[in-house]
């Protein structure tokens, strides 16, 4: 029956506690990082922190370390999914200009931009 | 009352209703990670989208990321007391968390409030409508993690169909993911 059906690992409160402690410290350096205005600095800290601290919850929060190994395979099938639909469209889409066609509405938009830039926002 | 299928079937190795909220994390991916890749490509793109990202709220950012991860940290406990038919704390913990939900919610009026206020509407540029959008869906799934908590939660004071706490800790723990990977794109990435 299902409510047999349990997670293999017996983590307290205090572990759990640890857990969350250690999220804090890597969302105070994710935070902190930046403020250097380093760009590989910034990469790390921000989007590397965010994709440890994002493990650490699936891992331990989320009990993915004792979970069947399927779940993973089939989480990481749905990234690919993204990152395959990204590839696909990508290459047109990050362009204004490509082989014989030309994206007027993103020209329009750039060059609308140049015109307001400095100017505050009015509603 | 008859006991639901998902309940007493695992056929797969772990109970079907687990299993189901597994595919709506993984359909959830395909969501958000639509969205993420969206802000690569424009983001890529078009130049201006640094300067408009300049005016949001670092630190009211944080303040989220702090009482998400915290609400992440009251589920999961009070999936630890449901496990050990502790219903009273697990009740408790439920309740926690939907407060961290509460709390999420204040902070992100507060600042939506404070930016249109200003001007930053949702059409007013690119980026923010990429900012409404992406933390507006997120928005959506907090609310709706904070209902089905709020259902669950009196089942389990009865001591029924505690396995569900796990469920929902599943979904709110995604939550919290999504939360973690818009934090950096929406507030730091200036």
């Known amino acids: 029956m299902a409510e047999h059906v349990k997670h293999e690992d017996h983590h307290g409160p205090e572990f759990y506690i640890k857990i969350w402690a250690l999220l804090l410290v890597l969302l105070v350096i994710s935070v902190v990082g930046p403020m250097f205005g380093h760009r590989i600095l910034t990469l790390i800290t921000a989007f590397g922190i965010a994709i440890v601290k994002a493990l650490i919850v699936a891992g331990w929060f989320m009990h993915l370390k004792t979970e069947k190994k399927y779940i993973w395979y089939m989480l990481m099938t749905m990234l690919l999914m993204v990152f395959m639909f990204f590839l696909g469209t990508a290459s047109d889409a990050m362009k204004a200009d490509g082989n014989n066609w030309t994206n007027e509405a993103a020209h329009k938009l750039i060059e609308q931009h140049k015109g307001s830039t400095g100017e505050a926002h009015k509603p | ?190």
């Open chain 2, 1 to 190: 009352m008859q006991t639901p299928i998902a309940t007493g079937r695992s056929v797969t190795g772990i109970p079907t209703g687990r299993l189901a909220v597994w595919w709506i994390v993984g359909s959830e991916i395909v969501i958000f990670g639509g969205l993420l890749m969206y802000y690569l490509m424009l983001r890529h793109k078009y130049d201006f989208w640094a300067e408009s990202s300049e005016h949001t709220n670092t630190a009211a950012g944080a303040l989220n990321t702090f009482i998400l991860l915290t609400s992440s940290l009251f589920i999961v406990l009070a999936h630890y007391y449901a496990e050990r038919k502790d219903h009273i704390k697990s009740f408790k913990f439920i309740w926690f968390t939907i407060a961290g939900g509460l709390g999420f919610l204040c902070v992100k009026s507060i600042e939506w409030t404070n930016e249109i206020m200003h001007g930053y509407t949702i059409t007013s540029q690119l980026f923010w409508s990429f900012y409404y959008t992406a933390a507006g869906i997120h928005a959506v799934h907090v609310i709706a993690g904070m209902v089905i908590m709020g259902i669950i939660s009196f089942d389990v004071l009865r001591q029924k169909n505690m396995h569900r706490v796990e469920l929902i800790g599943i979904y709110w723990h995604f939550v919290d993911i999504v939360w973690i990977f818009l934090f950096p794109l929406l507030y730091i990435a200036k």
